[in-house]
T-cell receptor, first 116, second 116 residues
């Protein structure tokens, strides 16, 4: 069975510092996709970054990078130079298969608080 | 990025009434839309997968007659909570994927339902 685990219910980081949010996954599929979403208090889910299982390079999107370690089945999100607006819930998610339309399985989420 | 809207953003209704929530993809055609439910401080739980022109596929434990889903066009899916009860109070959020080969689910802003 597929599973996503986020072991950090809450994290604190000082403004302008980097922070790593952990995500491990369990799957027997060879092809899958990994996502990170941000959910501010307003509730909307904001797509941050995507990593395909066959992608050799770690994904990066601006201040976000995904530290993909396939053998360890981890897909940690690194946020560089934290900003106050980064305070939110962060969800890691996995989708079976490479193509669009697959179901997403979400982790429990990590609540990030950025301190001024 | 792709834009998905939901309407209404908030709704309060009396117990026993039905509530319809709309999910629209504004700038792309969505073959597949997903409906999620989220309780406070918890992760997203997939309720059903909605494909244009066909019956929705419900996740185990989700009552089909309680949560009616219609995907009438490539840009619109609706979720109707029938005979709502206080325990149906929750945050409902939809997502959509593009017609051709996209990797990402784009989420709507969500609908907060309160049943009195």
């Amino acid at each position: 069975a597929q599973k996503i685990t986020q072991t950090q219910p809450g994290m604190f980081v000082q403004e302008k510092e980097a922070v790593t949010l952990d995500c491990t996954y369990d799957t027997s599929d060879q092809s899958y996709g990994l996502f990170w979403y941000k959910q501010p208090s307003s509730g909307e889910m904001i797509f941050l970054i995507y990593q395909g299982s066959y992608d050799e390079q770690n994904a990066t999107e601006g201040r976000y990078s995904l530290n993909f370690q396939k053998a360890r089945k981890s897909a940690n999100l690194v946020i560089s130079a934290s900003q106050l607006g980064d305070s939110a819930m962060y969800f890691c998610a996995m989708r079976r298969g490479y193509n669009q339309g697959g179901k997403l399985i979400f982790g429990q989420g990590t609540e990030l608080s950025v301190k001024p | 990025g792709a834009v998905v809207s939901q309407h209404p953003s908030r709704v309060i209704c009396k117990s026993g009434t039905s509530v319809k929530i709309e999910c629209r993809s504004l700038d792309f055609q969505a073959t597949t839309m997903f409906w999620y439910r989220q309780f406070p401080k918890q992760s997203l739980m997939l309720m059903a997968t909605s494909n244009e022109g066909s019956k929705a596929t419900y996740e185990q434990g989700v009552e089909k007659d309680k949560f009616l889903i219609n995907h009438a066009s490539l840009t619109l899916s609706t979720l109707t909570v029938t005979s709502a009860h206080p325990e149906d109070s929750s945050f409902y959020i939809c997502s959509a994927t593009r017609l051709a080969g996209a990797e990402t689910q784009y989420f709507g802003p969500g609908t907060r339902l309160l049943v009195l």
